[in-house]
T-cell receptor, first 113, second 116 residues
Framework: NAGVTQTPKFRVLKTGQSMTLLCAQD?????MYWYRQDPGMGLRLIHY???????AKGEVPDGYNVSRLKKQNFLLGLESAAPSQTSVYFC????????????FGSGTRLTVV | QQQVKQSPQSLIVQKGGIPIINCAYE??????FPWYQQFPGKGPALLIA?????SEKKEGRFTISFNKSAKQFSLHIMDSQPGDSATYFC???????????????FGKGTHLIIQP
């Protein structure tokens, strides 16, 4: 039982490059989230999904796109990376009926140079 | 716009002391308040949570106090240990009645160090 798995764990991008971060959960959770964590800023919600095929914007969605084609996977895409997107990205998931049961992955550390 | 304000930003306490971390919220639509603990290189992990109809909740050495009228809540760690050294985040979840936005809103975090 792996919980929430994020890949890759580390990545360095050049400005303008694109990449996709993958989040996979094996708990049959309906809800999935992408957060970014920056020093002194806490965690801020980028996008979330309440079920397969659905997505919604969070607090800081600009510059990111997401897709939830399968219930167990939630992808975060950066089409044209910018230095301001240097951050640690966390994926989380939960059952729809358990509002406090967020399970977080171990994060992806992204540096854009 | 920060909807959950957390203080202090950092805190150093001697072993056995009682660190206290405070949070205040503005959005009256919040109706669930969890605390998360994060160790370096790891994701946040749920520590304890409270609903606004309860004034206090204890789980082991961790206690949440909640003041609904003041829109404030705090985390107390009894008999603190060096292993409690971590970053702590308070958070708030909006009520889902009415189909509002989902997701936790986090405070900025408190870096806690428990000295031996």
């Amino acid at each position: 039982n792996a919980g929430v798995t994020q890949t890759p764990k580390f990545r360095v991008l050049k400005t303008g490059q694109s990449m996709t971060l993958l989040c996979a959960q094996d708990m049959n959770h309906e809800y999935m989230y992408w957060y970014r964590q920056d020093p002194g800023m806490g965690l801020r919600l980028i996008h979330y999904s309440v079920g397969e095929g659905t997505t919604a914007k969070g607090e800081v969605p600009d510059g990111y796109n997401v897709s939830r084609l399968k219930k167990q996977n939630f992808l975060l895409g950066l089409e044209s990376a910018a230095p301001s997107q240097t951050s640690v990205y966390f994926c989380a998931s939960r059952f729809g009926t358990v509002r406090y049961g967020y399970t977080f992955g171990s994060g992806t550390r992204l540096t854009v140079v | 716009q920060q909807q959950v304000k957390q203080s202090p930003q950092s805190l150093i306490v001697q072993k056995g002391g009682i660190p206290i971390i405070n949070c205040a919220y503005e959005n009256t639509a919040f109706d669930y308040f969890p605390w998360y603990q994060q160790f370096p290189g790891k994701g946040p992990a749920l520590l304890i949570a409270i609903r606004p109809d309860v004034s206090e909740k204890k789980e082991g050495r961790f206690t949440i106090s909640f003041n609904k009228s003041a829109k404030q809540f705090s985390l107390h760690i009894m008999d603190s240990q060096p292993g409690d050294s971590a970053t702590y985040f308070c958070a708030a979840s909006p009520t889902l009645i009415g189909g509002g936005a989902d997701g936790l809103t986090f405070g900025k975090g408190t870096h806690l160090i428990i000295q031996p």
